[in-house]
């Protein structure tokens, strides 16, 4: 189903993948320059951090949704989540919190272990495409509803993920250039996996509040 929809629309989806990618390989540049053990190597880790939360998180939020939008057949709206994330300030700080918190609650799961980091990043999986849909919802609301939706779904997704390992591997071969052809396929099926979901559980994209209030 994803490819379908991307092969029609590979340029487009190839350009919103390649500013994603750029969005969220600056943190890491920071690490280069002030690298850890340094002296300086801190001052690394905070601008590391500091531009995760405020580059590369609203930017994972914004590339979802367009690739949700590819999926659904909207390329004008796929352009605009993909570029209209800055264009405002309230579109932004939507974006941000979303983004952010999501990597908060992961990253701070995988403080614990491993495998938890990768359980929550599951649960939490869809919530950029509801925060995206429910603009009433607040950002934690939109996490407890992605956790509701994917409760025994996780495992689906993430066998989901493994049908690509394959092209995976193959993209790390090639320095990581694959990705950028990779990356709109795994996130169109995502989208894919998301419609299914929704539609499955019976959890509308206008009462989610719903699964928000189930999930307290």
């Not at 930017?59 to 993909?82: C, H, V």
């Not at 939109?142 to 994917?150: D, E, F, T």
Request: glycine share 6%; hydrophobic share 50%; with cysteine.
């Amino acid at each position: 189903m994803a490819y379908n929809v991307v092969k029609p629309n590979w340029k487009k989806s190839l350009v919103a993948t390649i500013i994603y990618i750029v969005a969220v390989s600056i943190p890491s540049c920071f690490n280069q320059i002030f690298p850890y053990g340094s002296s300086t190597g801190y001052i690394g880790g905070l601008l590391n951090l500091a531009t995760w939360l405020c580059i590369a998180a609203p930017a994972t939020f914004a590339y979802a949704n367009a690739m949700l939008s590819f999926y659904r057949g909207d390329i004008e709206d796929a352009t605009n989540n993909m570029l209209g994330y800055v264009k405002t300030q309230e579109s932004y700080k939507r974006s941000l919190s979303v983004g952010a918190l999501t990597f908060l609650y992961t990253f701070l799961w995988s403080l614990l272990l491993v495998i938890p980091g990768i359980i929550k990043a599951y649960s939490y999986a869809m919530t950029c495409f509801i925060a995206k849909e429910n603009p009433d919802l607040t950002a934690e609301q939109a996490v407890l509803a992605s956790m509701k939706i994917m409760d025994g779904n996780k495992m689906k997704l993430f066998l989901l993920d493994l049908s690509f390992i394959g092209w995976i591997i193959l993209s790390i071969l090639t320095f990581g250039i694959g990705f950028i052809f990779v990356a709109p396929y795994m996130e169109n099926a995502h989208a894919a996996f998301y419609e299914e979901l929704v539609a499955g559980a019976k959890i509308s994209v206008a009462d989610n509040t719903e699964a928000v209030a189930e999930a307290k």
